[in-house]
DNA sequence: AGTGAACAGGAGATACTCTCCGCTTAATCT
DNA sequence: AGATTAAGCGGAGAGTATCTCCTGTTCACT
């Protein structure tokens, strides 16, 4: 009776005490001083020895993974609102990417391992933000159906730019609502053009999806300089390649 | 006459010799290891203590910007090179925000520092952000004047945005072309509608800048910052307010 | 040369991350 | 209850990083 039918034994009350006591230490400690605060200021305010909150927690990512469990229901909730609402897909695609905003900016400097979670794929995180991009794809196929967002965007890049924005305004530092108009600049992005007008042109629609670049290059590579600046050269994936 | 006309006395000739020795290693290695790489560690490769190096360089934001300072004659080339060549105002300003991303991008984790001395003004790169964001606000202009930008853009927000493309990239995990299709949505989000249709419906044109935001959810983007996410739900109840 | 100011170097103070291991305590057994 | 045992606790300590003094050295100018 004691197992029954989970494998694992229940944990101990003073064990469940300690994590339930760190985590609500941490979301203070957090909120006030960002996500890169110290992990040891943590565990001494929290009265308990680092080596407690590094069983509990193994990783700075872990103890945000389970800070921001939390908030995975607002957001799952935000999510089932908008589904259900009489929202248009647009509104309602705008509508959950501002949610991501916000869920991002939870604390200073959390964009960075949200971002990091995103790419790596082995980080508690990860399975958090691959859900999110599910059902940001969910979204945007319904506007894309409709017709009022483009076809050519990808789910994850626009959850990408709403981690972005967020980390714009990053660092209690935004004066002015950059993040607000980054969101924007987005939004007007990734929707289709209103009215029928489909081919039009020539600058924008069709041939961008290669590269922004290529249509201006044309002279860049040749005198100025080397490669550094001016390069560019299409995806050579990074900077670094030591 | 030593000193003549500038207040300052020449450099010592080792210290002239130590400094560009720091700079060249440090170079290397924010190149192999980021730009948070140690600073001690390119001290001791760079043969000289760790009081040499924060002689020089009192903060690591002074070594990036001494580091950055060759880039900038790049960057300025660049811009004299895209304002003098044949192209229209838009790809003008396309171009120079795909030179910023790759500018932005030298060092891994170089957009952060960046980012916060666009913000706080009182970094040793702030002066050539600043200096950056008018070059992108001349751009900008022209673009506008041309009717191939949405005239509610503003450059410091390009800016950011550019520096966020450059983010996304980041610590060498980029495994698509995200960064791309982050510059490429940003490019559709101040490029005005391609034809003339210009009252038509409502969406984009005439009343945007206000509708995209609210439309869906007067939640966030404006005050999100200090009452964190919690607060979501208090709006919540209303949130059909649209 | 000789002198003074600028400079170099590195030990050390402080802070943070993460691990290891002996002690304590809750939960279970007899 | 008392005994047993393993889960859990705490904190010392190793490793690493930032940044600051302070002492000895070396350049530059006379």
Redo the contacts with the bound molecule.
Sequence with gaps: M?KSTSGA???????????DHILDVAEQYFSAHGA????????KQA??????????F???EALLAALLAARDDELVARRDQLRSGSLNPADALGGWLDAIKAWAGAFDGLPGPLRAATMTDSSPLSLTCEGFITTTEEFLHAAQRDGSARSDVRARDLFLSALAASWIEGAALADDGSAAALSDLTRHGWASTPSRTSDTTDTTDTTDTTDTTDTTDTTDTTDTTDHRITGHDGERTRGKST
């Design positions: 004691t034994r229940a944990p101990r009350a003073d064990a469940q005490r300690n994590r890169t605060g110290s992990l040891d200021a943590i565990a009265g308990v020895g680092a080596g407690t909150l590094y069983r509990h193994p990783t700075r």
